[in-house]
Structure formats: structure tokens, C-alpha cells
């Protein structure tokens, strides 16, 4: 009978017209009737009582033309389950058209594509997965920089340049700036050329100096810090053209130095991720290399395996209790995904983003490998180097003073008099 109705789709149900046929040349609805029913399936009924005159003139209908009681219901059936989240057929049609054309531009452009997903603003999961993915597709990331970003980002040839925009802090008549005046008068040529040709507060030159966008001048920021200071003077911010080039002093800076775990707390903080593997960033380093390559090694057998998260979507059973389905990043930058059933998910907890530790059951389910997880632990990051010696400088100077004090108690003269 479906078929008959339906020979361009050999009988399935695909799109919401579908329903309006069968409602039509099955059931004998005329179109109108046919529309209400579709609509009252997918719960955009005008009323209940309208949609039920339908269904029960679709039943007489049928009993009319001879149909069997047992045909009537599985046709009913068949497009009751439809109906509710079916898609019209011009809908469909569109969706697929840019489901194939992102497909092949995902295929034979992938770095350009992965570019202009993070400029459209990304997608489901937070930009630095998509960042991460170029990355596997072969880029090479590079922080936003003074002479070759735009307040997007940009590609050139296989080296992505982070844009302006992921700066946080970074105000967007800043960026604007710098990207109009380099297009109008060449690249910049060194620090003192970019301030003298860009106006600028200290303020937001120093986001652009800590996040390493100066690092053609082949100068530490900290010294590239000391100079801007020295040039713009604290709390100055210029607001109108310098006429004539101004002499430049030649200040003396001690030699100053960056380490690559400086730069990436750095990173979190102006871009909100790193530019490194977050498992550089640990406490201890994995105890193993496993990752999702490893799963079918795996099957149904125990693993242990690190994972940086990108995503958790959290979920109730039947009778309400709490499970969890995560995803995450392996050591070598492949996906893998977890499953915390009622009784684990009630003993363990995701505390945020970061890298936990698994250990747990691989499974298989239709060839989809997962893991079953019976425990799991959020490891630690390294203390924030920027600070840490500060805190540890702060301790000693505290104990300096107290011993300083301690010592001017203790020097008194024979007879109990202080000395003055």
C-alpha cells in the first residue's frame, strides 16, 4: 500500500509531505484535513478537538474503502511515529545541498574549512577543539601576531594565525587600528615603530606584548614590557597623531627571560586555552600512553587512560538516576568516549575542564568502541609559574622580617634595658 502511494521513496516515510500523501490517497482526507493531521502530530495542532474529528474520519474512512482493522492501525502507527519529527521535503532538500558542500570542502579543503568554522564563531564544542583539529590536519598554530593577524583568523598556506578577536581584553578600535595601519603603511618594524604609527594605551599594548604578538622583534617580553613602559609612561593614553617621528631613547634593560610554561598560563588567561598540550601542564606526567588507538587492543578488558575534556552531556535513566556520556582528548590527540553508569556517576564527579584519569571497561556497541568507566580522578596542573615564585619570594620575606624582629627583641643589655 506504502509503496503505491510512495514509489520515489519505495514506500518510507521521509518527509513530512509523505504524511499528507497517505492521509490523502489512503484515508481519503482532502488536503486541508490531511495538513491539520500532519501538523496536530508534530504537537502545532490549532486544537485538540480539530485534530481528533481528523483521526477519527481517517478510521472511518479506511472501514469505508474495506481496509482491515489490523492494516488501519499499522498504517496509523507507522505515521503517528513519523510525523513528530519529520522534516519537509524543501527543508531536507536545502540541509542536504549544504551537508554535501561542507563535506567536500571538509575533505579537500580541510584547513581552510576549519578556519572559517572558528570565524563563523565555532560550533557545538569550545574553539580550541577546532584549533586542535587543524592542528591534526597538519597547521601549525601560531599565537595572534602584530604583522600577520586580522581580528579573524587567517591561513597561510598550512601557518594559522590566531586573530585579534580570541584576545579577550584586547578592545576591538585597537585591533582595527593596528590591522588599518599596517594595510594602509607595510608591517610593523619593530616595537617603538608600531608605537609611534599606532595609538595605544599601555594598557592594551601589554596584552598584545604578553601574548608574544612581538615575537618577530626576537625580544623577551619582559623586556618588550619594560620598554613600552618607559615609552608610553604609566596610566598615559595618547589621543591624537604624532606629526614627526620622535627620537627614541636607548634604555638599558637586564637581560630578561620567558619559559614555555609562563607563555601557556599566559595563553589561558588572554585566550582562554594553550597552545601546548594541556598534559604538558600536569602535576605529574601520565603514568601511560594509551589512548583511543589503543581500544580495540582493549576490548572487553580494563584500561587506563588520560583524557582532556570536551564535553559531558548529563543525563537520567528511566527511573531518574544520574548518568554521564563524556568525550575527550587522548596524549596523542584522538577522541575517545566514556560512559558513567548511576553507581559510578554517583561516586565520581566532572569538575570542570581539565585531564582526569579513567579506568575502566572497553565495549563495543553496532563497532563503536567506548569505555565503561569504574573510576576516574581530575589530575592536577602545575602551580602558575608567573606567581609561584612570587609566593615563594613573599614566604621568605615574611620569615626575613620575623627573624629581623626577633632578633631587635633579643638585643637587650645585661640588666633587662633595651637598647635604643
Known sequence: VMLEIMPETYGVMVYQEDVIKVAHYFAGLDLGEADVLRRGMSGKFRSREEFQKVKDKFVDNCLKKGYTEVLINEIWNQVASFAGYAFAKGHSASYAVESYQTLFLRAYFPLEYMVAVLNNGGGFYRSEFYIHEARMLGATVHAPCINNSFLGNRIYGKQLYLGFGY?????????????????????????????????????QVSILIRIDAFRFTQTNKHELLWKAHLFLGKNVKLDHPKLFPPRQRDFAIPRLHTTDMEMAFTQLELLGFSLCSPFELLVEPPKNTHGSRDLQRYLNRHIDIYGYLVTVKNTSTHNGKRMHFATLVDQHGEVFDTVLFPPVAAQYFFRGKGIYRFYGKVVSEFGFLSIEVVKMQKQDYIQDPRYADMKTSTKLLQGKTKEQQEGKVGQGTGNGAVRP
Open 167 to 203: 584576545l579577550r581584553d584586547l578592545e576591538a578600535r585597537v585591533a582595527d587600528r593596528i590591522i588599518k595601519e599596517r594595510l594602509l603603511y607595510g608591517s610593523f618594524t619593530s616595537l617603538e615603530d608600531f608605537l609611534d604609527r599606532v595609538l595605544i594605551s599601555i594598557e
